[in-house]
């Protein structure tokens, strides 16, 4: 069974800061992984899709890896603002037929102006 | 694009009652998800449709939820009877084969008294 761990569960840090999130994964066999945002109260935005046939992608102040032997990834965010406050989720779509994301608990960031 | 679309955004109903959760997926989206969120479990998957079938219905808590998709613009979840452990945010989200990134709507609170 796919699980999908998210450390730290919070984190801090002061406005200008680059940070890095980290999800892993227990079953290396995944077709993507995707990273969300959450503000408070609202939906998930769509932040990075990765293939698993890639290594990273960029957009923007955003960079995630990908290492599926090791099942893990990472989003990078340089130069944080105040306004890049809110929860991050990962989330692993399994291969084969199947069209369903397992999500991670989530990283709550604040970024402290 | 107006996104995804979800009605209402919030419902408050007493226990027993029907509720029916309305979602407009993006124009041309052949996948449509329904996930609920809580604090206990976080983002779980109920079900899922391709092409207004449904495929993946393993989420779905018991025979008091149903979700149908009549044509391609529309689906609902309908809760009956509705219970207070059913209190969440019910989110709907659609994608596209061949990229697979989920888009989210804005979600439907529902608090069951």
């Known amino acids: 069974k796919q699980e999908v761990t998210q450390i730290p569960a919070a984190l801090s840090v002061p406005e200008g800061e680059n940070l890095v999130l980290n999800c892993s994964f227990t079953?290396?066999?995944?077709?993507?992984l995707q990273w969300f945002r959450q503000d408070p109260g609202k939906g998930l935005t769509s932040l990075l899709l990765i293939q698993s046939s890639q290594r990273e992608q960029t957009s923007g102040r955003l960079n995630a890896s990908l290492d599926k032997s090791s099942g893990r990834s990472t989003l990078y965010i340089a130069a944080s603002q105040p306004g890049d406050s809110a929860t991050y989720l990962c989330?692993?779509?399994?291969?084969?037929?199947?069209?369903?994301?397992?999500f991670g608990t989530g990283t709550l960031l604040a970024v402290q102006p | 694009d107006a996104g995804v679309i979800q009605s209402p955004r919030h419902e408050v109903t007493e226990m027993g009652q029907e509720v029916t959760l309305r979602c407009k997926p993006i124009?041309?989206?052949?996948?449509l998800f329904w996930y609920r969120q809580t604090m206990m479990r976080g983002l779980e998957l109920l079900i899922y449709f391709n092409n207004n079938v449904p495929i993946d219905d393993s989420g779905m808590p018991e025979d008091r939820f149903s979700a149908k998709m009549p044509n391609a613009s529309f689906s609902t979840l309908k809760i009956q009877p509705s219970e207070p452990r059913d209190s969440a945010v019910y989110f709907c989200a659609s994608s596209l084969s061949g990229n697979n990134e989920q888009f989210f709507g804005p979600g439907t609170r529902l608090t069951v008294l």
């Open positions: 124009s041309g989206h052949d996948y």
């Open positions: 079953d290396s066999a995944i077709y993507n």
């Open positions: 989330a692993v779509r399994r291969g084969g037929a199947t069209n369903k994301l397992i």
